[in-house]
């Protein structure tokens, strides 16, 4: 018995393609998540809003208090993440404790993680970058 399979290089581009439509369909998902109101915990016209924006734009980190407000915003309205050790998971980061020294200002937040937290709230959309050809 012989088994004719595509070459690698052929394999690795039906893979970055059924990638690729996923997740568009996702971007598409995205469009429909439910929306909620925003958080009434700080007033955010107190704080800079350079936190918002990508880090060749000016990004800053957000002041601890706009961490803390939007970290418990989210929480509350998702209670699978409702504790600091669940959405350090969600966002990749080390420890519950890393969670709770960004929300007092021990730390400040990494650039990564605080976007990724902004696009799964829907404050910042997701970055896609082109293409530029397959040179595998």
């Given at each position: 018995m012989e088994l004719s399979l595509p070459?690698?290089?052929?394999?690795?581009?039906?893979?970055?393609?059924?990638?690729?439509?996923?997740?568009?369909?996702?971007?598409?998902?995205?469009?429909?998540?439910?929306q909620f109101p925003p958080q009434a915990e700080v007033n955010e016209g107190d704080y800079s809003r350079n936190h918002?924006?990508?880090e060749n734009e000016g990004f800053e980190p957000p002041h601890h208090d706009i961490i803390g407000a939007y970290f418990r915003h989210f929480q509350a309205h998702f209670p699978a993440y409702d504790s600091d050790k669940k959405l350090a998971q969600l966002l990749g980061v080390s420890s519950d404790r890393r969670i709770r020294e960004y929300k007092q200002?021990?730390?400040?937040?990494?650039?990564?993680?605080?976007?990724?937290?902004?696009?799964?709230?829907?404050?910042?959309?997701?970055?896609?970058?082109?293409?530029?050809g397959f040179l595998g």
């Open positions: 070459n690698i290089r052929d394999q690795q581009l039906a893979v970055f393609k059924k990638s690729t439509e996923l997740g568009i369909n996702q971007l598409r998902d995205n469009l429909e998540a439910p918002l924006l990508r200002g021990k730390y400040k937040i990494p650039y990564g993680i605080w976007r990724k937290f902004l696009v799964i709230t829907g404050r910042a959309p997701q970055e896609i970058i082109a293409v530029k």
